[in-house]
């Protein structure tokens, strides 16, 4: 089993939907999650970072985390076509017991929003 | 705008050449990371510098050459690529602590390995 997993997608939602985004992960310990956002071409953009079970929001974008099921998604209300991107669920393990995290991320799901 | 900046954009060499990329942060952070990532895959990291020292190579070629200067700037000097290397190269930082693992990219350079 992959240590992270995402829907694989590509997913396609009409401009103003709810677009969904799936991760799953194999580390119990985890305690960090993150969601990056990477536009063709262009480096990745931290989005959203989450910690404790629940649901995080941030203006159109909720990060909901579930430890005991071990999966964190991602939800974008009204979705724009400026969305269109690959979405990367990251996840840092504790590398040799240090104190800094080795992001190991999903293969990403390209979202295309469409007008 | 980002405050991990990366020297060049773009840089294509030859296999007998040697090269080195920039990365430079501006947020205080004691953790840089250099990542190689290819067309359609998720970033795959290379080396792990903590408080100027080398933590983590994740088993790179040697052809790949980490230096850490200071803590506001990382280098990756190379020699001897193979056109197989071409890739986005990126940066990134973070902080220290346990709670705070969140990792800023810069903007990356696109090497071109001939």
């Known amino acids: 089993q992959k240590e992270v997993e995402q829907n694989s997608g590509p997913l396609s939602v009409p401009e103003g939907a709810i677009a969904s985004l799936n991760c799953t992960y194999s580390?119990?310990?985890?305690?960090?999650f993150f969601w990056y956002r990477q536009y063709s071409g262009k480096s990745p953009e931290l989005i959203m970072s989450i910690y404790s079970n629940g649901d995080k929001e941030d203006g159109r974008f909720t990060a909901q985390l579930n430890k005991a099921s071990q999966y964190v998604s991602l939800l974008i209300r009204d979705s724009q076509p400026s969305d269109s991107a690959t979405y990367l669920c990251a996840v840092p393990s504790n590398a040799g017991g240090t104190s800094y995290g080795k992001l190991t991320f999903g293969q990403g799901t390209i979202l295309t929003v469409h007008p | 705008d980002t405050e991990v900046t990366q020297t060049p954009k773009h840089l294509v060499m030859g296999m007998t050449n040697k090269k080195s990329l920039k990365c430079e942060q501006h947020?205080?952070?004691?953790?840089m990371y250099w990542y190689k990532q290819k067309a359609k895959k998720p970033p795959e990291l290379m080396f792990v510098y903590s408080y100027e020292k080398l933590s983590i190579n994740e088993s790179v070629p040697s052809r790949f050459s980490p230096e850490c200067p200071n803590s506001s700037l990382l280098n990756l000097h190379l020699h001897a690529l193979q056109p197989e290397d071409s890739a986005l190269y990126l940066c990134?930082?973070?902080?220290?602590?346990?709670?705070?693992?969140?990792?800023?990219f810069g903007p990356g350079t696109r090497l071109t390995v001939t």
């Open positions: 990134a930082s973070s902080q220290e602590k346990r709670e705070a693992y969140e990792q800023y």
């Open positions: 947020m205080g952070h004691r953790a």
């Open positions: 580390d119990r310990v985890s305690q960090s």
